[in-house]
């Protein structure tokens, strides 16, 4: 079974708008971190928010924010007020911290591509 | 701090040659790893060093070799390159207590 998995490929979205990226996960370790980044088209994976399995609040990090709900195993990016740099692919990994132990290794999954429209 | 680098920036090279890609972090980070990324399969991880002297594969070891050259160095090896190693190469590292992974620029690697 998948990890992670990230079922919407594409997305376009009139600039200003929120948008969400869907994200589930799938593993039995009681402690595990999900992440966000974004990769725009120069090709860097750059970091935006991270949920610790124990948090109790969702992370939020200015625009950004994370909809974290446990018990579906779904860790959606909530983008608001969208603009036009937010073109980019969009990408949910998973950091399982018992079964890795010692190092932070991420699982990736597919990515969504997010287009702006104005 | 450069963060992490890269070097090369793009390769192409023939089917059975041997090449290797250098990492280098300088903000003395423990762990450091090296994925592959190709279309429509987000990254994969191939090796991960959790702390210098010690080397794992992750999911997709086969036709690659690394060294953790000291705490900075990680080097990713294809001892004969295969079309199949045709990606972007992405070197990652974290401190070993870390919510984050930084990456570098990436390489893109074309074998023919």
């Known amino acids: 079974a998948q990890k992670i998995t990230q079922t919407q490929p594409g997305m376009f979205v009139q600039e200003k708008e929120a948008v969400t990226l869907d994200c589930t996960y799938d593993?039995?370790?009681?402690?595990?971190?999900l992440f966000w980044y974004k990769q725009p088209s120069s090709g860097e994976m750059i970091f935006l928010i991270y949920?610790?399995?124990?948090?109790?609040q969702n992370a939020t990090e200015g625009r950004y924010s994370l909809n974290f709900q446990k018990a579906r195993k779904s860790a959606n990016l909530v983008i608001s007020a969208s603009q036009l740099g937010d073109s980019a692919m969009y990408f949910c990994a998973m950091r399982e911290l018992r079964i890795n132990f010692g190092n932070e290794k991420l699982t990736f999954g597919t990515g969504t591509r997010l287009t702006i429209i104005p | 701090n450069a963060g992490v680098t890269q070097t090369p920036k793009f390769q192409v090279l023939k089917t059975g040659q041997s090449m290797t890609l250098q990492c280098a972090q300088d903000?003395?980070?423990?762990?450091m790893y090296w994925y592959r990324q190709d279309p429509g399969m987000g990254l994969r991880l191939i090796y991960y060093s959790a702390s210098e002297g010690t080397t794992d594969k992750g999911e997709v070891p086969n036709g690659y070799n690394v060294s953790r050259l000291n705490k900075r160095e990680f080097s990713l090896r294809l001892e004969s390159a295969a079309p199949s190693q045709t990606s972007v190469y992405f070197c990652?590292?974290?401190?070993?207590?870390?919510?984050?992974?930084?990456f570098g620029p990436g390489t893109r690697l074309t074998v023919t």
């Open positions: 593993t039995s370790d009681p402690s595990y971190g």
């Open positions: 949920q610790g399995s124990y948090d109790q």
């Open positions: 903000m003395n980070h423990n762990s």
């Open positions: 990652a590292s974290a401190p070993k207590v870390s919510y984050e992974q930084y």
